[in-house]
């Protein structure tokens, strides 16, 4: 079975903190991505890496970075939280090619205070 | 072009009953529909998936109708049960090409 964790289930940091969340993935996948979940907004892509040190855009990059040092790790990293980055933040993995099945982690839910 | 759209944005189904959730895309070289089901304070999980060289697959009491012509494809869930509330996404990539467009979800509630 797939496995996706992600280092924190809840986080709560104030308003201009650096937030780093972390993803790792044992199934030597290729690509990973990481996602905010809104209510009626459903998943929104935020970045995606299709290979170690390599990063994409997705469709709502601005107010965070990414970082891919290892295969196996993706971390989403909030330059300075704010209270609009509350959210539901899901990383997820997939074998090449991309558009195939993606494997979600269990989400951390941040509240940005 | 990249849309998926789903629909109805909640549903609610007694036990027993039929569940379906339908999806529409513009893009016609999506050729990788994945279903997702997603319980509260849980990541999504892949349910079922289907290409365009069928019509229909079926998993247990899940099944996906896929329809080229019309660009829609839809989830049916048989017999359906209190266990089974859920929200559900359908997605659709290419293959190679691009990552997965997730439709905005469905919320299922399966009344006892």
């Known amino acids: 079975d797939v496995k996706v964790t992600q280092s924190s289930r809840y986080l709560v940091k104030r308003t201009g903190e650096k937030v780093f969340l972390e993803c790792v993935q044992d199934m030597d996948h290729e690509n990973m991505f990481w996602y905010r979940q809104d209510p009626g907004l459903g998943l929104r892509l935020i970045y995606f890496?299709?290979?170690?040190?390599?990063?994409e855009k997705g469709d709502i990059p601005e107010g965070y970075s990414v970082s891919r040092e290892k295969k196996e790790r993706f971390s989403l990293i909030l330059e300075s939280a704010s209270t609009n980055q509350t959210s539901m933040y899901l990383c997820?993995?997939?074998?090449?090619?991309?558009?195939?099945?993606?494997?979600f982690g269990p989400g951390t839910r941040l509240l940005v205070l | 072009q990249q849309q998926v759209k789903q629909s109805p944005q909640s549903l609610i189904v007694q036990k027993g009953g039929i569940s379906i959730i339908n999806c529409a895309y513009e893009?016609?070289?999506?050729?990788?529909f994945p279903w997702y089901q997603q319980f509260p304070g849980k990541g999504p999980a892949l349910l079922i998936a289907i290409r365009p060289d069928v019509s229909e697959k079926k998993e247990g009491r899940f099944t996906i109708s896929f329809n080229k012509s019309a660009k829609q494809f839809s989830l049916h869930i048989m017999d359906s049960q209190p266990g089974d509330s859920a929200t559900y996404f359908c997605?659709?990539?290419?293959?190679?090409?691009?990552?997965?467009?997730f439709g905005k979800g469905t919320m299922l509630l399966v009344s006892p």
């Open positions: 890496s299709y290979d170690v040190k390599m990063k």
């Open positions: 997605a659709a990539g290419v293959s190679g090409y691009s990552t997965l467009t």
């Open positions: 893009n016609t070289a999506f050729d990788y």
């Open positions: 997820a993995s997939s074998g090449a090619p991309l558009g195939e099945a993606q494997y």
